[in-house]
């Protein structure tokens, strides 16, 4: 088994067929053919079988391919790090930011690493629970920036807390309901909340449990911090957002804080890895960019 079989295989699994594969290696089918008949070879077991949408894998297929994505990066990892080592500039890092991340310290922190590290090859995707742990543990993003509630997730991953963040209520300036005292007289507006699924509406409810509440039912989840205050803007609804966002955007003269006498949780930026995984000098280099870019803003807000 070497790097080659396994970068193959990977591109076989996700085209799902063998012509198609062969296109995107810049390889004849017969060439990839072989290839994955070397492969089943050298771990004396089927891989592959043809099935009714093409090429499947088979349970031990789907085993490898789990492994072959992991040595795949780790192999881009040890490249990258020895091109950091000769020349202290080159290389890739792939990472995964939230919108509070990129609505706060990631512009800083950026601008520092760009300074220090100006020839690496970075590429950003906004962080999309739980698609962003799943790269993560697969080994295809060098970490993580994520947005979270006090506690974190116990999914195995280690992470270093940046930014601690005071959650507020948001809405429009001459909200009908702006001078509510109690999240209970919110509870039957309509609620935007950035995020997918439900770990956007679970941030909501995790507000109106913890003061023994029914959460709204009425609820919207938003990919973008940007997208729901717009829709905030002009509209009745409500949103839950992070103090720090909100002091850094001009767009907050256009929206009121709302000042119920429940406190709200703390929210967290946390910086996720991988078990065990040896960051190359570029992610450490980000990490550290961050960590100075979060005691920045932290000093900023003294």
Known sequence: MNLQHLHAFTIVAQQQSIRSAARVLGLSQPAVTRIMRELERNVDTHLLHRGSKGIELTPFGQAL???????????????????????????????????????????SALQRFRERMPRVELTISESAPPH????????????????ELEGGAADGFERTVLLP????????????LRGAK????????????????DSATDYLSRVFRDHRLNPPQDVISCRSIVTALSIMENSDA??????????????????????????????WLTLATRPASQPTPAARCL????SEAAASLTAADV
């Open 65 to 107: 391919l789990k492994r072959a994505h992991l040595i795949l990066e780790e192999a881009r990892k040890a490249q990258d790090e020895l091109d950091q080592m000769r020349d202290g500039a080159g290389g890739s890092l792939n990472i995964a930011i939230s919108s509070t991340a990129a609505l706060s310290l990631f512009p």
């Open 132 to 147: 962003t742990q799943d790269q993560l543990e697969a080994g295809r993003l060098d970490f993580a920036v994520l947005t």
């Open 165 to 176: 963040m005071q959650l507020v209520v948001v809405g429009r300036k001459r909200h009908p």
């Open 182 to 197: 109690s999240i209970a007289e919110l509870r039957d507006s309509l609620w935007l909340v950035p995020g997918i699924g």
């Open 238 to 267: 409500l949103g839950i957002f992070s103090r720090v966002v909100l002091d850094r955007r001009q767009r907050i003269a256009n929206l009121s804080l709302f000042h119920p006498t429940e406190p709200l949780p703390m929210a």
């Open 287 to 290: 990490m550290n960019c961050l």
